[in-house]
């Protein structure tokens, strides 16, 4: 049962779409006040459109969805009512996804937006003659919301959440710039677009020349040394109707590694640079998270969910496990290629740091907290390690040095937890604040 404004053609008339069980969707003709004056069709005719010769423009039934190479029972057709006839007739009708139709320059012609080719685009079509050609040739851009003023002159329209406005008369298309002082309250540098929206991850690589970005289930690159237009932007490296996730770079820049379920469950997958070479590394009904390549490359260490870390030698591809110990939520590598840092909740659901050892015959928990510990970070040297600490909504980043030949260095091996927390330092706490501006945290100063 629904009621809605689905357009407003003259000022004393507004039409409104009704749905009722068993009666099926309807549109009526009201006036200001509110009082039905007449049914005017059996259908759906939300966000119609208007022209001069009493004719409205809208969409059929069907799904919403940008999705470029869609067909099916769900695609969208373009519809014309005539007022004068009662007569409805289909303008544009195939298996493809058409939808925002707008009315152009003259009664007879019309735009909308449509994957008809493989890409969503503009289309332009001229009823009387019924030809059409694509007025826009956007690769990789999602173009969507298109309008047009009153007199058919000028379209807006949204490509990738930019703003767009094509000149019907000239036949060009100008981008529109949009600045906004509150945008950048934070920074005095501009924020630069390199992707669309839905990302879970993005893992830059080690030379900073390209990004890896998870998005709705498929892998993206960015090339960060090229231009951001719209033919590298950005490449899909997966493109496959399973689930890609969890990706982490190697040292090297070359191979990356990601968990996928193209092959049935989550196992890991590696791949190089160009997309092009790939290979599965694991496969078993366990659910792989939580990688990362050690410095060297040599290694790639994982974890199977929830409790158990694995060692892959990325040279023979042999694997140890080294660590079983639920549940487990953060694994990083450190510099000397020696330990690595995890975190995980004990029986009381206290989350704690632990350092662990390659082979898996040391581990240490470094944090001994009564809150909760997580993010644990190496510095570049590997002699420090840094984490988060959230003790009664209280957060603060906490750093041991495990260099004992440092005065305020400790040794992870000796047995004694009241020096190793003693040796904890404070480095910058919120006390229970919003932070306000994060560039005036000094590291060495609580």
Known sequence: NFDGLYCWPEDEKLYIGTYRDFKGKRTYEIDQRGKILKKVL???MFKA???GKGEYLFVSEGVDTSRRKYTGSASKNILVFDEKSKKIDYKVKNKYMNMFPVWGESDNIIYYISNKDGTVNIWRKNLSKNSERKITNFDSREVQWLYSSPNGKYLSFIADYEPFVYDTEEEKIKRIDIEIDADYHYTNKKLKKIGFSGFKEAEISKDGKNILFACEGDILKNDTDKKNDDKVYPKNMTDTPEWERDIVWSPNNQIFAYVSTKGGTFDIHISDVSGKHTKRITDNKEIETLLDFSKSGRYLAYCKFPQTVIIHDMKNHKEKKILEMPYLYDLNWGPNNKYLLISRSNINYNQDV???????????????????CFNPKWNKEGDEIYWI????????????????????????KNDDDFILNEKQKEVYSTNGKEIQDFSLIDKDQS
């Open 49 to 51: 459109k208007k022209n």
């Open 42 to 44: 059996d259908y759906n």
């Open 354 to 372: 632990y350092i662990v050892s390659r082979d898996g015959k040391f581990k240490r928990n470094i944090s001994l907290s009564s809150g909760d």
């Open 389 to 412: 600490e959230n003790k009664f909504g209280n957060y603060s980043i906490k750093k041991i040095n495990i260099n004992p030949e440092n005065k305020d260095g400790v040794s992870i």
